[in-house]
């Protein structure tokens, strides 16, 4: 069974950090380019950041830009999402996707391209 599975979410204050993971099963990721998407009450999902399989090339939503570190382990299938400076806007349900593709492409922005997606951890900024 093809599997990603977020991990890391939580309650934090104004200013903290959080490091979301996400692990697949099933399946090597190293052939995928890897995204983040966030959904927040009452709004529609929205791209925050991903990474490509060939070189692990990293992009940003302007939300996330300087804040927001992606990171991917292929030895242990796992993509990370390092969150520092967090504001109660970034609250939200964090979602990670799956997209295979081996050139050194990804979007944040076209959540169509990707095929496999996780359950979605929680995240709260609030004091």
Not at 29 to 44: C, D, M, S, T, V
Not at 46 to 64: K, L, R, W
Request: glycine share 10%; hydrophobic share 30%; with cysteine.
């Amino acid at each position: 069974q093809l599997q990603l599975v977020e991990s890391g979410g939580g309650l934090v204050q104004p200013g903290g950090s959080l490091r979301l993971s996400c692990v697949a099963s099933g399946f090597t990721l190293n052939y995928y380019a890897i995204a983040w998407f966030r959904q927040a009450p009452g709004k529609e999902r929205e791209g925050v950041s991903c990474i490509t399989s060939a070189e692990g090339s990293t992009y940003y939503a302007d939300s996330a830009k300087g804040r927001f570190t992606i990171s991917r382990d292929n030895a242990k299938n796992t993509v990370s999402l390092q969150m520092n400076s967090l504001k109660p806007e970034d609250t939200a349900v964090y979602y990670c996707a799956a997209d295979l593709r081996l050139d050194n492409q990804c979007s944040y922005d076209r959540e169509y391209e990707y095929d496999y997606w996780g359950q979605g951890t929680q995240v709260t900024v609030s004091s």
